[in-house]
């Protein structure tokens, strides 16, 4: 057992042959010296912070193009006079090429490198954005898209691979999180980019408005040379010295280093074993046994159910919604999707916070039941607006499409967006874990450009009411998902919730546990919570 071997050699490491000039280091040596200084601990820490949010610049990127996208399409259509369709495509494309970009960026990641990858991905967006920003028609702007969304697809994905690998375990799900929380920063500068150029000329403000988005991949390019490279590659590639050198600027000790260099060794060794089961991975997949097939609904729908209830075309199109609501001026028009913008940063916020005291389960259901309400109100209100005018005055219902779409963001934020995320990391057991999530990202992506890309053809059929109502419809289907197929995996190890799975019935119903539910209701007392 190879554990127990490093046990027995006092914590030294299978990997210690690989660098015999620092053969006589061991655990024991580094336990000797004296403790790391508080002051040296929190510059560390602070260094490994300031690496994330670097790394999470990538996520920003993703954000600003969904956020401007919005409000440039305004513009682009009066200057280029793009037709409708065209619109779709330009808008919805960059979901399903991102998705290419992630699928390839796994392996250029592997052979360059995590943090050149970012700086390739960088660099590949820069020149997408530079190419739409000088576009002088529909076709060159959809090859600047096709290579923006190259780019974005590539950061994305080696982004939240490096902050992974490269944080302490005690702080791995915070800085973890650094990329949501940026892509809802990123989609609310492109709302505020919107409005603060609007007023230019209308052939110069959509150009502006993108060549912004370039500001976020000029500093990933200087991070380049300030973030060290991930630990774990530089492991991969028998760079043993280089690794350790990056371990003692992030962690707490010199035992920590070995202790974290170990167990990147095993980790790198069960890859290896995992690699050359891959295919039986797949077979496993495609032919589920009962606990698997309960697993790939719950982790395949929830991204799916993610996108279908229209989050996309909600961001994408706040423009058109509100001018179908009454609003006539453009500015008005951008000012308001800056408040959307606003409401769902601000709400993620508050999702990171409870997501591990209130539980995942309880959130789905706020979230579920609001954007429910949520799209059934924006779906009266629009219908109001064009057919009851007399019920109503129009400012009235311009306040309450807005409040509609705000809301809907918000119970958005507060937990199937980001709970999509963790869901998909916990539901599958390691063997499965890589290929389970990466079937439901496929399935979310591609089910997300397509809402993008038909959004304005069906509300030209049915009206942009009719459209959430259809959405309002598929959130009220999502309820009942939660209820039957997500179980609560708060608090459970891994384990646990894959022998969840594997008994079938004991979370089905949907129970909230009344642990879960105490943090729901605000209280003074005191006293140790309830089971």
């Not at 602070?46 to 401007?68: E, K």
């Not at 690998?165 to 799900?173: C, D, K, V």
């Amino acid at each position: 057992m190879a554990d127990a071997g490093a046990a027995g050699n006092g914590g030294r490491s299978k990997y210690a042959a690989l660098d015999r000039s620092e053969e006589q280091e061991t655990v024991l040596d580094a336990r000797r010296r004296p403790p790391v200084p508080e002051s040296e601990r929190r510059r560390r820490e602070r260094f490994v912070f300031a690496c994330a949010v670097f790394a999470s610049l990538n996520a920003i990127l993703l954000g600003y193009d969904v956020g401007v996208m919005s409000g440039c399409i305004i513009y682009m259509q009066k200057d280029l006079h793009i037709t409708e369709f065209q619109q779709e495509i330009l808008v919805g494309c960059l979901s399903v090429v991102s998705l290419l970009g992630s699928l390839s960026g796994g392996r250029t990641s592997d052979a360059i490198g995590r943090k050149w990858t970012m700086g390739l991905g960088a660099i590949v967006f820069q020149l997408g954005a530079v190419i739409m920003t000088f576009a002088p028609s529909f076709t060159v702007l959809m090859i600047g898209r096709l290579l923006a969304g190259v780019g974005i697809g590539f950061g994305a994905m080696v982004s939240g691979v490096y902050i992974a690998e490269i944080s302490p375990a005690g702080s791995r799900g915070t800085l973890t999180s650094l990329p949501e929380i940026c892509i809802n920063l990123g989609i609310l500068l492109g709302y505020v980019s919107n409005y603060a150029f609007s007023g230019l000329s209308e052939h110069i403000n959509w150009r502006i408005m993108l060549g912004v988005g370039i500001l976020p991949s000029v500093f990933i390019g200087f991070a380049l040379f300030v973030i060290p490279e991930s630990p774990r590659w530089l492991m991969m590639e028998k760079r043993v010295s280089e690794a350790r050198a990056v371990l003692l600027q992030i962690s707490e000790s010199e035992a920590e280093v070995e202790e974290r260099l170990a167990e990147i060794e095993e980790a790198a060794g069960l890859m290896k074993s995992m690699k050359s089961e891959e295919k039986e991975v797949w077979r496993e997949l495609l032919n589920p046994s009962p606990a698997v097939r309960r697993m790939l609904y719950a982790g395949c729908g929830i991204q799916l159910f993610q996108q279908i209830t229209g989050i996309d075309a909600t961001v994408y199109y706040s423009p058109t919604i509100f001018r179908d609501a009454g609003i006539k001026s453009d500015q008005e028009l951008l000012a308001a999707t800056v408040a959307v913008g606003f409401t769902k940063t601000v709400f993620i916020l508050v999702a990171i916070f409870l997501i591990d005291k209130v539980g995942r389960k309880p959130l789905l259901y706020v979230s579920t039941i609001g954007m429910t309400a949520c799209l059934f109100l924006l779906g009266v209100a629009l219908t109001l607006q064009k057919h009851a005018m007399g019920l109503m005055s129009p400012r009235v219902g311009i306040d309450l499409a807005i409040f509609a779409v705000c809301g809907n963001v918000a119970f958005f934020s507060i937990g199937m967006g980001p709970i999509c995320w963790v869901l998909s990391s916990e539901v599958f057991p390691l063997r499965l874990r890589a290929q389970g999530s990466a079937l439901g990202q496929v399935g979310g992506r591609v089910s997300s450009g397509l809402v993008s890309m038909s959004f304005l053809s069906m509300a030209r059929a049915i009206s942009v009411a009719g459209m959430f109502f259809v959405f309002a419809a598929i959130s009220t289907i999502s309820v009942l998902f939660v209820y039957f197929c997500v179980p609560e995996t708060k608090g459970k190890t891994l384990e646990q919730i894959e022998m969840m799975f594997e008994s079938g019935d004991e979370w089905r119903g949907g129970e909230i546990e009344l642990e879960d539910t105490q943090h729901l209701i605000p209280s003074n007392n005191k006293s140790a919570p309830l089971g």
